[in-house]
């Protein structure tokens, strides 16, 4: 059973930081390219950023500068180092694994919310 599990969420304050994890189970880690999504109430899901089997990372214009993707494939973890919050920042962040042959086969993370607020 494959299983992303995302942690790290909450609420902070505009300016702040926090870390994203995202611990996957049941998949060979080291074939999926790996992502952080984030939803808005009454918006569509977004890529945030991105992060290949070579390490190579994409990211959305609004967050460039200010967030991190990182891999660490021996421990199967994905995170997100999320830095100079702002409040437009507020989601749903969403861990997705993409697998990098078959790139049908795709999983998600159930969602941890990010709420940046002063």
């Known amino acids: 059973q494959v299983q992303l599990v995302e942690s790290g969420g909450g609420l902070v304050q505009p300016g702040g930081s926090l870390r994203l994890s995202c611990t996957a189970s049941g998949i060979?880690?080291?074939?999926y390219?790996?992502?952080w999504y984030r939803q808005?109430?009454?918006k569509e899901r977004e890529l945030v950023a991105a992060i290949s089997r070579g390490g190579s990372t994409n990211y959305a214009d609004?967050?460039?500068?200010r967030f991190t993707i990182s891999r660490d494939n021996a421990?199967?973890?994905v995170y997100l180092q999320m830095n100079s919050l702002k409040p437009e920042d507020t989601a749903v962040y969403y861990c997705n694994a993409k697998h990098t042959v078959s790139v049908t086969t795709t999983y998600w993370g159930?969602?941890?919310q990010v709420t940046v607020s002063s």
């Open 75 to 77: 421990k199967k973890t």
């Open 33 to 35: 390219t790996l992502g």
């Open 40 to 42: 808005a109430p009454g």
């Open 62 to 65: 609004s967050v460039k500068g």
């Open 28 to 31: 060979i880690f080291s074939m």
């Open 110 to 112: 159930q969602g941890t």
